[in-house]
């Protein structure tokens, strides 16, 4: 019977273990160095991220070997970059003015860090370090972000490319939970959506009507 428990307590921990596991392979392959793209076509897919309205006069950033670096200084407060949390994709992404100072500087550095191979642990330590030291600040008011890109391609947790998702805002609540929202359990895709969950950069993103289209410089 002591045998008996001691194998049912060890497979009761089999589940856990494995996704701790499969977690830490997902942050492990997340590192390693972006594919460059030419400066006129990152500010086009960057620029495709919101409604012309929006990003005709934003600062746009691109990604070089060194990170990244301004190459349209915009007018409206709003900035835009394509973001690559995985070697393999392209997220274009715009912030407003209040996202801009604190989320997105957040997530750029990240995905500077990644593009040199730094450990998961290490990158978390120097985000955790910045909003310790002031080099990051979390939002004072309510960030916004638009995603609304046709040239989207993500990655999904597991590491397998999904193609694009589906034209969204984003709302940033520095820390916000899924028992809060009541959003627990499978997330309607087709609605709202928490990410980040329990996390700095929580947020909420709420689907919209239509993608916007790469347009040419």
């Known amino acids: 019977m002591m045998v008996r428990a001691a194998v049912t307590g060890l497979l009761s921990l ?33 620029r495709s991220a919101a409604p012309a309205a929006v990003s005709d006069s934003t600062t746009i950033y691109v990604l070089g070997d060194a990170g990244y ?44 860090l990644r593009h040199r191979g730094v450990s998961h642990d290490e990158e978390e330590r120097e985000i955790q370090a910045g909003l310790t030291d002031g080099r990051f600040r979390l939002p004072r008011r309510p960030a916004m972000s638009w995603m609304m890109s046709a040239a989207q391609r993500l990655v999904n947790d597991s590491g397998t490319p999904v193609g694009r998702w589906q034209p969204h805002l984003m709302i940033y609540y520095p ?43």
């Open 14 to 46: 089999v589940p856990g273990m494995l996704i701790a596991q499969a977690a830490a392979i997902s942050a492990q392959a997340r590192g390693g160095p972006r594919p460059l793209l030419p400066t006129f076509e990152e500010i086009a897919l960057a």
């Open 69 to 112: 670096r301004v190459a349209v200084t915009g007018t409206n407060g709003v900035a835009c970059y394509v973001s690559r949390s995985w070697p393999e994709s392209l997220e274009p992404h715009c912030f407003d003015a209040e996202g801009a100072a604190t989320i997105m500087p957040m997530t750029m550095r990240r995905v500077e």
């Open 175 to 217: 820390y916000l939970t899924a028992q809060e929202t009541r959003l627990t359990g499978a997330p309607d895709l087709r609605h709202a959506v928490l990410t980040d969950a329990g996390r700095p950069t929580a947020n909420l993103k709420g689907v919209v009507k239509e993608f916007i289209e790469p347009r040419s410089p």
